[in-house]
């Protein structure tokens, strides 16, 4: 099941587990992946767009192996906050992977992450190449990272 309002995506989640952060490309999907408490995502990997049910096949093997209870997508909005064909794109994944699994599956604005990996990446002194190899799952982890710190937020407050 997807949701829009991550507040409904908290309630549809497993009290604990990791939760799985994806970063939608048009040629790769980074992947990140958050600890059990769900406090941190970390990237785990990138992997090359080929066809929905490969691409949804691997996502599924990595939240099985990983014991995921839910999946947060990027949400590639406009600057102006607009959804064009990108964002149509990423929901029509999210509809299509919500018909092979029942973990919940929520959308995160990702406006800026990959600036934001790419800036991290530049900090650590990351060559062009390596740069080149994850940003994907680096961006992933920001968008995750996003969404982690708003559930923590959720769960200090009453909704």
Same mark, same amino acid.
């Given at each position: 099941? +997807?949701?829009?309002?991550?507040?409904?995506?908290?309630?549809?989640?497993?009290?604990?587990?990791?939760?799985?952060? $994806?970063? $939608?490309?048009?040629?790769? *999907?980074?992947?990140? *992946?958050?600890?059990g408490l769900r406090s941190?995502?970390?990237? $785990?990997?990138?992997?090359?767009?080929?066809?929905?049910?490969?691409?949804?096949?691997?996502?599924l093997e990595i939240a099985?192996?990983?014991?995921?209870?839910? *999946?947060?997508?990027?949400?590639? &909005?406009?600057?102006?906050?607009?959804?064009?064909?990108?964002?149509?794109?990423?929901?029509?994944?999210? &509809?299509?992977?919500?018909?092979? +699994?029942? $973990?919940?599956?929520?959308?995160?604005?990702?406006?800026?992450?990959?600036?934001?990996?790419?800036?991290?990446?530049?900090?650590?002194?990351t060559s062009r190449r &390596?740069?080149?190899?994850?940003?994907?799952?680096?961006?992933?982890?920001?968008?995750?990272?996003?969404?982690?710190?708003?559930?923590?937020?959720?769960?200090?407050?009453?909704?």
């Amino acid at each position: 099941m +997807t949701f829009d309002e991550i507040g409904r995506f908290a309630d549809a989640l497993p009290p604990a587990g990791p939760l799985i952060g $994806l970063d $939608l490309g048009e040629r790769t *999907i980074g992947i990140a *992946i958050s600890d059990g408490l769900r406090s941190t995502a970390t990237p $785990l990997e990138t992997i090359r767009r080929r066809k929905f049910s490969g691409d949804a096949a691997r996502l599924l093997e990595i939240a099985a192996g990983r014991d995921a209870g839910g *999946i947060v997508l990027g949400l590639p &909005r406009n600057m102006d906050g607009s959804e064009g064909p990108r964002c149509q794109s990423t929901r029509a994944f999210a &509809r299509n992977l919500s018909r092979l +699994t029942d $973990l919940p599956i929520t959308f995160w604005d990702e406006r800026l992450s990959t600036v934001a990996a790419e800036r991290a990446l530049l900090e650590a002194d990351t060559s062009r190449r &390596r740069r080149a190899e994850v940003i994907d799952h680096v961006a992933a982890a920001y968008i995750l990272q996003g969404a982690l710190d708003r559930l923590a937020n959720l769960k200090g407050t009453s909704r």
